[in-house]
């Protein structure tokens, strides 16, 4: 997890997918879009990189990080996923009432089901 840590890591990663979602929206048809998202990842990616002051920042990139900050990124990623997963349901129950079938929703809440129902058996059988 050395990677991971590294205050390089976090400012890579989303000047690399900028570039992605830039080459994606492009090839899509939409390079003026492509170059929105690529200077909005980037600009993310240059905050965490100099923005070494804040605490907050530190620990998105990992050089802060103290069991505080680890308690806080998990409730953080659980308060996220319940979010997403009650957007999920809300869509999928829209497109059942306007009489479509619900994809992709159906997939992406089977997914979150059977993701959940996983990390429950995996976390139990663990500890």
């Known amino acids: 997890m050395r990677v991971a840590r590294s205050k390089w890591f976090l400012p890579v990663f989303a000047v690399s997918l900028g570039v992605v979602i830039f080459a994606a929206q492009w090839i899509g ?3 003026v879009g492509g170059l929105v998202s690529f200077a909005i990842l980037a600009g993310f990616g240059a905050l965490v990189l100099v923005g070494g002051r804040s605490e907050t920042v530190r620990g998105l990139r990992g050089d802060g990080r103290d069991e ?37 929703y ?11 129902l996983a990390a429950v058996i995996v976390l139990r059988l663990r500890g």
């Open 106 to 116: 159906t997939w992406l809440g089977a997914i979150a089901g059977l993701a959940y």
């Open 68 to 104: 505080r900050f680890r308690q806080i990124d998990l409730a953080a990623t659980a308060i996220a996923g319940l979010v997403v997963i009650g957007v999920i349901i809300v869509a999928f129950v829209v497109e059942v009432a306007r009489g479509h079938s619900g994809s992709p």
């Open 29 to 31: 048809g939409d390079p």
